[in-house]
């Protein structure tokens, strides 16, 4: 146990120092999320009525109602620069230098999906921060009750980005991969609209939208900040982590390449 958690400290390291060394990815990460909070919430909340929806218990503004969703958005996009950056390292070799050492694949890939999911819950309660200036304050209590669910939806959607990541063989290609995952995922989901919403304009978005993974980890975040589980959410954001997971472990496998390639490739 001792030699595995010197492990995990050394790869959690090298990902604490890459993010720190890299200043523009902490305020990319605020950047993005605090444009939609000021700007977008202002001009929507004219033109888009909330009802009373579970875990609200009053009518609330269309910032309150976004925050979860972009706490979620931060998390996808760090576990895709995460994935990026195994891209990277697999093409310089150092990747397969870890990979072939005498641990196990799973923990080694495990250990540096933990490292990122840290980064990005640093991330996440930094926006939090400074939303509460903007006068989105859930409870107090919520802010320690978000913290197994950020955990977990930063989990699936780090496991996501390794799957990905392992199917990508240039680091030109993986950009393109991002924003094919990155907008479907977010747009197609209750980050920024209420599923009922979705239903009354299209019947066939509202089930795709509750169809898709990064909607329950939106919904399980929102919950969570006030201090009640979503059990569905809870049990599709489980499985889809223990299914991309496991793909990653797969396809990461350092006697076919660190990844899947195609016959004859």
């Not at 996808?76 to 870890?98: A, I, K, P, W």
């Not at 929102?222 to 059990?231: E, M, S």
């Amino acid at each position: 146990m001792r030699a595995g958690a010197i492990v995990f400290a050394g790869i959690a390291r090298r990902e604490w120092l890459r993010f720190v060394n890299q200043r523009g990815r902490f305020l990319s990460a605020l950047v993005r999320p605090l444009v939609w909070l000021f700007i977008f919430a202002a001009g929507f909340r004219a033109v888009l009525g909330l009802s009373i929806t579970p875990p609200y218990k009053t009518y609330v503004l269309y910032e309150v109602y976004v925050t979860p969703g972009l706490c979620a958005m931060i998390q996808l996009f760090n576990g895709m620069q995460s994935s990026l950056s195994m891209v990277h390292d697999r093409e310089n070799g150092s990747m397969r230098t870890l990979l072939v050492s005498p641990w196990p694949r799973w923990f080694l890939l495990a250990s540096r999906l933990v490292a990122a999911v840290i980064v990005s819950i640093l991330q996440v309660y930094a926006f939090l921060a400074v939303a509460w200036f903007w006068d989105v304050r859930p409870p107090l209590p919520g802010y320690l009750a978000v913290l197994p669910a950020l955990v977990l939806s930063g989990l699936m959607l780090g496991a996501l980005g390794l799957a990905l990541s392992s199917t990508v063989r240039q680091l030109e290609n993986f950009a393109g991969v991002m924003n094919f995952v990155i907008f479907p995922m977010f747009f197609a989901s209750s980050a920024l609209y209420p599923l009922w919403r979705m239903r009354e304009s299209s019947a066939l978005l509202h089930d795709l939208c509750a169809a898709n993974p990064f909607t329950h980890a939106v919904e399980l975040i929102r919950f969570a900040l006030y201090l009640q589980v979503n059990w569905l959410s809870l049990g599709v954001v489980g499985a889809c982590l223990a299914l991309f997971f496991a793909a990653a472990v797969l396809m990461y496998d350092p006697a076919r390449g660190l990844g899947i390639r195609r016959k004859g490739g």
